[in-house]
């Protein structure tokens, strides 16, 4: 039996879709990507651009995979049943609650052979506890937390993954030395609202965490894929202070640099707020890569608050902005503001905004030119080694030697080449 997986949207979605997998090939499954007995659809509806994908991914899929039970999971799932259930060629539909079950839920429509519709409320739900044996033996992903309760005016996320729910720390644990005992160097935590992990659980937070996850012997780096301002307290600055383990790299999303617009998001922060924490930071981590996200033409969003939020990522010298035009979602308060911003105009302010963090990406490079750094190579591609060091820097590494992949190798910095730092071994 051979079975297909589509994924759109987060590496939380990224993670599930490679849980599903797995247990896919612990009941006798192979993956294909072409005429497989099953096919599964993991969705994302951040946006309705991200809807409109996740509708044509199922489309596509049908159309490949003449023959298959068609899986149909994720967050457009969980708040749009019937527009997924009624697309033509689709067998089981279910939510954000339950994908680990997939494989079971085939057996029972290929044994009874009636469409499975199961979408379950998420309030009452507790963590769906999901854990990964292999990833790619340098960085492996753990979801430690799932669903968000900050209710920006632009996001469907609370409604599409529920109240705040955490994974048991015994069970991270376990998770993290099984992953490290197959040989992966670097463990990336993720969730939807990462760093909110253990506010549903007694005597928990997300430093405590940390804090127990730096003592795992065999760790090389820790890495936070995404945490907002307001997240990293004092006790993680600390621990950052204190351990190289965690990595000298963060993604703080800022989302605008005008306080105005902020506002309007209603996000949880001014930016003297956000300001004073990347100095909390940087006073600790000096040299620490902090990038974003940023998004522009929300509505109200006139030229002049552009230009402050120009001026104010060039201010807090983010080393990558991920520039994303506002995107309209029904459902949303935004979606219903006035003034809403016309789309040519957001595409000159993403052009603008991209050219900026290719310079301030440029800029942050040139200060590791000619230092020599740790890097894990990923893959070996034309002779060239090719990872990233603890700060994210993609480096290439010309070699015949391939047996040094997935090694944590000495490497000098030597010149910039498109999207890569070139690098020699030392």
Partial sequence: MLVSIYTLGCKVNTYESNVILEQFKKAGYEQTTLNADVAVINTCTVTNTASKKSIKMIHQAIRKNPNAVIVVCGCMSQVAKEEVQNIDGVHIVIGNYGKSMIPKLVAEYLKEHKPIIDIRSLEQKEFECMRLENFNRTRAFIKIQDGCENFCSYCIIPYARGHVRSKKKSEILEEAKNLIANGHHEIVLTGIHTGHYGSDLKNENFASLLRDLLTLKGLERLRISSIEMNEI???????????????DHMHIPLQSGCDKILKLMNRKYDLKEFEQKLNDIRAVRPKISITTDVI???????????????????????SKIHVFPYSRRKGTVADSMDDQVDERIKKERTKKLIAISEQLEHDYWKLFLNRTVEVIPEVYKNENLIGHTGNYLLVKIPTQDDKLL?????????????????GKLV
């Fill in 233 to 247: 307290t004092d006790e993680v600055i600390e621990l950052m202070k204190n351990h190289s383990i965690l990595v």
């Fill in 296 to 318: 522009v033409g929300f509505p109200n969003e006139t030229e002049s608050d552009f230009q402050e939020t120009i001026r104010t990522v060039k201010k807090f010298k983010f």
């Fill in 406 to 422: 997935h090694q944590t190798v000495m490497v000098k910095l030597i010149d910039m080449e498109g999207i890569y730092m070139i």
